[in-house]
């Protein structure tokens, strides 16, 4: 079964400061792989999104992250984290019919940051 | 265009009873998704419509049902509510391979 796995339940980073969260999935074949964010008592928004092609993939509010088939990761990144920033991150593969159509989610990294 | 739209946005039920919660996708996608979100649990999928039929299934009792209508709105319906049915339910409607969440219905069973 496919799954995602978020090692880290909680980050805090100082602003201003680089910042990678991790994840790892598990998928048969090539994966649809999401990062999504959430504020508190907010919905869901997708900041970024790897379908196939170049490996490392640009998102909104400045975020990438990097496609490693070899180490079923696809880790996000952002090289300078604003106050914003503070929210829960969640990774996420997608299969289904369209390969959306069912998202299987991490457990989330909360991000805090520090002034 | 409108993002998905959610109703209502706070429940509060008491053990036993049912409750049904509406969701209304971005014009012109014809599938939508429903998740539970729970402190202990996480985002778990539960279901999935398009064009009025459901075509995934996650793996939660049958006291949770949903339907699509022709306009592609969607309903979900638990019935005899349970205490560990309080969580935020989420829909999302997709158009191809990427889905837009609603800012989800808080329900609270007390």
């Known amino acids: 079964a496919q799954s995602v796995t978020q090692p880290d339940i909680h980050i805090t980073v100082s602003e201003g400061a680089s910042l990678e969260l991790r994840c790892n999935y598990s998928?048969?074949?090539?994966?649809?792989l999401f990062w999504y964010v959430q504020s508190p008592g907010q919905g869901l928004q997708l900041l970024l999104k790897y379908f196939s092609g170049d490996t490392l993939v640009q998102g909104i509010k400045g975020f990438e992250a990097e496609f490693k088939r070899s180490q079923s990761s696809f880790n996000l990144r952002k090289p300078s984290v604003h106050w914003s920033d503070a929210a829960e991150y969640f990774c996420a593969v997608g299969e289904g019919y369209s390969s959306a159509s069912k998202i299987i989610f991490g457990s989330g990294t909360r991000l805090s940051i520090r002034p | 265009k409108a993002g998905v739209t959610q109703t209502p946005r706070y429940l509060i039920k008491t053990r036993g009873q049912q409750v049904t919660l509406s969701c209304s996708p971005i014009s012109g996608h014809r599938s939508v998704s429903w998740y539970q979100q729970t402190p202990g649990q996480g985002l778990q999928f539960l279901f999935e419509?398009?064009?009025?039929?459901?075509?995934n299934k996650g793996n939660f009792p049958g006291r949770f049902s949903g339907r699509q209508f022709s306009n592609s709105r969607s309903e979900m319906n638990v019935s005899t509510l349970e205490l560990g049915d309080s969580a935020l339910y989420l829909c999302?409607?997709?158009?191809?391979?990427?889905?837009?969440f609603g800012p989800g219905t808080r329900l609270t069973v007390l």
């Open positions: 999302a409607s997709s158009l191809e391979a990427e889905q837009f």
């Open positions: 419509y398009f064009s009025e039929t459901q075509r």
């Open positions: 998928y048969g074949a090539t994966p649809y």
